[in-house]
């Protein structure tokens, strides 16, 4: 899940890392009509891999303020 991830629709780029055993993503590039002050964003919080599963669980915050719960899974190499 480390790594470099576009948005669905292809206008953002979010950066997947691993601090302390949790996994964060911030919005690192957007394109088009973006709203530039998105870069920089921390998006996914708090995810946490639960190996039984196979997902990561944790927090989504959007860039207008609204946060939800989230769970991420690994349907192939090139997508989550």
Not at 8 to 27: A, C, H, R, T
Not at 45 to 57: H, R
């Amino acid at each position: 899940i480390i790594g470099k991830w576009k948005s669905k629709e292809k206008s953002s780029l979010v950066e997947i890392y691993m601090q302390d055993n949790i996994f964060y993503g911030k919005i690192i590039k957007v394109s088009g009509d973006e709203s530039k002050d998105r870069v920089g964003h921390l998006l996914l919080q708090n995810l946490i891999f639960n190996p039984s599963t196979k997902k990561y669980k944790g927090s989504v915050n959007s860039t207008n303020g609204m946060k939800a719960d989230c769970i991420i899974e690994s349907l192939n190499q090139k997508v989550v």
